[in-house]
């Protein structure tokens, strides 16, 4: 009897799909560093090994299911040197003017002024920086609980949270905007406390630390503070499949969404862009399985009809 032939589950198809990218990406990467556009890091030697070690069977399935998180992070190193190179110019006095049409005034500092943390960080603010930090780690941890409890959804969340990172860091090149810190820096707006290296100056000088580590401060629109949260949200919601509870994950993006104005890092049109921007990178991949079923239906020849033999005369 001839063994059957192994397919590829559905949910594997993203990932898949995902390592021939990452693959061409790390050629095109260390072409960039061949020319002198862009620095070789430790990210970039580590991704070449990586995809190396993804051709050997026995580690092709570990190294294809956490790749992209470093692939995320080597894209992030060469978006600060390529950005001169593609950017136009910086949005300032624009988002800030259409946010006062909106609400009548800047949010990140009315916030500031009134509740707290113009001067430094509040006691209640902690909490926020703490959320707002947790972006680096968050999508790790969501990624390995839903590889332990429910691997066929693993290679779906990966492929969107890779797609809305690398989108994002696209519309970073095509519109970069200045966020109200910065903005408040240059007197476009009123007086604005970057809130999260404040706190971090606290502790032992990260704060320096973490504000000279942003290759793009340009890059807030959209929020990915936010649009990251919202994958992360809509995967789990999926991933547990049942029971009322599971729609309170809808609370991270919300809440975060208020983070990043309160903490002046963000204004709430780029919030706002940001919850749209991640529902749609996460429709995007959940919806690719189904479309590729039903093209690969539509494709089939239909079944031959076999007619009955015409009676005898």
Request: aromatic letters at 12%.
């Amino acid at each position: 009897m001839l063994a059957a032939r192994t397919q590829p589950l559905p949910s594997s198809r993203p990932l898949v799909v995902l390592q021939w990218c990452i693959a061409a990406y790390a050629v095109g990467s260390f072409g960039l560093i061949a020319a002198h556009k862009v620095g070789l890091t430790s990210e970039h030697a580590i991704l070449l090994v990586l995809v190396a070690a993804g051709a050997i069977p026995r580690f092709r399935r570990l190294v294809r299911d956490w790749l992209p998180f470093l692939f995320v992070g080597v894209m992030f190193e060469d978006l600060g040197a390529v950005q001169p190179l593609i950017a136009g110019s910086v949005h300032a006095s624009g988002p800030a003017a259409f946010e006062r049409a909106i609400f009548g005034v800047n949010l990140a500092p009315w916030l500031e002024q009134h509740l707290g943390g113009l001067h430094g960080p509040t006691w209640w603010q902690v909490g926020l920086v703490a959320e707002y930090l947790a972006h680096f780690v968050a999508p790790i941890a969501a990624g390995a609980w839903i590889w332990w409890r429910c691997r066929s959804r693993f290679g779906s969340f990966v492929a969107a949270y890779t797609l809305v990172m690398a989108a994002g860091f696209g519309v970073f090149l095509l519109f970069p905007e200045m966020p109200p810190w910065l903005a408040a820096q240059q007197g476009l707006i009123a007086p604005v406390q970057r809130v999260v290296v404040a706190a971090l100056s606290h502790l032992g000088g990260f704060g320096q630390v973490y504000s000279g580590a942003d290759p793009f401060p340009d890059g807030a629109m959209p929020s990915l503070h936010v649009a990251v949260p919202m994958v992360i949200a809509l995967s789990l919601i999926a991933a547990l499949r049942r029971g009322r509870r599971r729609w309170l994950w809808l609370l991270y993006p919300l809440t975060m969404s208020f983070t990043v104005v309160d903490l002046g890092e963000h204004y709430v049109a780029d919030a706002v862009v940001g919850l749209a921007f991640g529902a749609l990178c996460w429709a995007a991949v959940a919806g690719t399985p189904r479309l590729l079923r039903r093209l690969g239906g539509s494709r089939r020849p239909a079944p031959a009809v076999a007619l009955a033999p015409l009676p005898e005369r």
